[in-house]
């Protein structure tokens, strides 16, 4: 199993909402990212929260959002960025223009 | 029982909340009557059901408590200011880093971000209260708070001033936000004035606040 994005893919993150012990947060569900950093591949965090053996395993990547694209307030030159550790079930290739 | 890795659930609220109190002064719900009694009540069930003996719980509480104050965290971070080699390893492979001080998170990896002239990182878990508990010890009270969590991801600048972080506009501030199998540390910038210090020396100027990254590393007293 090979990880399906590599540093610099542009992502966006999937918007659905779920119950239990899920590990994306809100406030970056459907906003688009880049990939800053691929680590390996992990047990789901989901699937093992019920008891389960977490299988298959989800690569997890650090994935990089401008401070300004989630917000939408303040000044668009600030710098800042929130880097999030996402797993690849909740990622896909970007859509829409940047 | 390996409870010191696993994720602290504090309820998931990733909620925007306006808090004006500083954070440093929000209790968390550690002392909430109603918490206490879970806690007892779930312990007493682990020691009826066999599955943890108070020992074994004592044990644990204490091997955290033994390294609170993030005192293998300080002697990392003084030895990347005194030891290049440290330093590229540490940012490099925070694991392999871990292993060579004959330490490890026991599942979680370990992530080094380090601070610049004009790069600022700050760690939270905006779900939980992540940390790596393994090197760094028990978290300050503030870094659980629904505050802390819900804030420094909104108004980075601000919430890094109330604790007296005041950066030009130009540096870029990261926020990670660690959610999942991985634990962060910040390798702060080293003081100006140390020329010269041992490591043991320069470990002393490292707080929790300046490994989260929410202040610098001391100033050296004269």
């Known amino acids: ?98 | 029982m390996s409870g010191d890795q696993e994720h602290e659930t504090h309820g998931h609220g990733d909620n925007q909340r306006h808090d004006h109190q500083p954070i440093e002064h929000v209790h968390t719900p550690d002392h909430d009557p109603e918490i206490v009694i879970l806690d007892q009540a779930i312990r007493e069930l682990l020691e009826e059901k066999g599955i943890v003996s108070p020992a074994e719980m004592q044990q644990c509480i204490e091997a955290l408590e033994g390294r609170n104050g993030g005192i293998r965290g300080k002697e990392m971070i003084a030895r990347a200011w005194t030891d290049p080699g440290f330093r590229e390893l540490l940012l490099s492979d925070g694991q392999a880093a871990l292993a060579s001080m004959g330490l490890g998170l026991g599942g979680p990896e370990f992530v080094v971000v380090e601070n610049t002239q004009d790069v600022h990182n700050v760690i939270v878990c905006t779900l939980c209260s992540c940390y790596p508990r393994g090197v760094l010890g028990l978290p300050p009270s503030w870094y659980k708070s629904a505050a802390y969590r819900s804030r420094v991801v909104r108004e980075p600048r601000v919430v890094l001033k109330e604790f007296g972080t005041v950066l030009p506009d130009h540096v870029e501030i990261r926020v990670h936000d660690s959610l999942a199998d991985l634990r962060y540390m910040v390798l702060p910038m080293r003081p100006v004035g140390t020329e010269g210090w041992s490591a043991e020396m320069l470990a002393e100027l490292v707080g929790s606040d300046a490994m989260i990254g929410v202040r610098p590393a001391d100033c050296p007293v004269r």
């Open chain 1, 1 to 98: 199993m090979n990880a399906r994005f590599r540093i610099g893919d542009r992502v966006d993150v999937a918007t659905r909402h779920q119950a239990g012990h899920v590990r994306t947060p809100n406030y970056v569900k459907g906003k688009t990212g880049r990939i800053v950093d691929v680590r390996g591949a992990f047990r789901n965090p989901e699937l093992l929260a019920q008891g389960e053996p977490g299988l298959p395993r989800q690569y997890l990547y650090r994935v990089e959002f401008d401070w300004h694209s989630l917000w939408h307030d303040g000044p668009s030159s600030c710098p800042d960025r929130i880097i999030v550790d996402i797993y690849e079930h909740w990622l896909m290739t970007a859509a829409g223009m940047e």
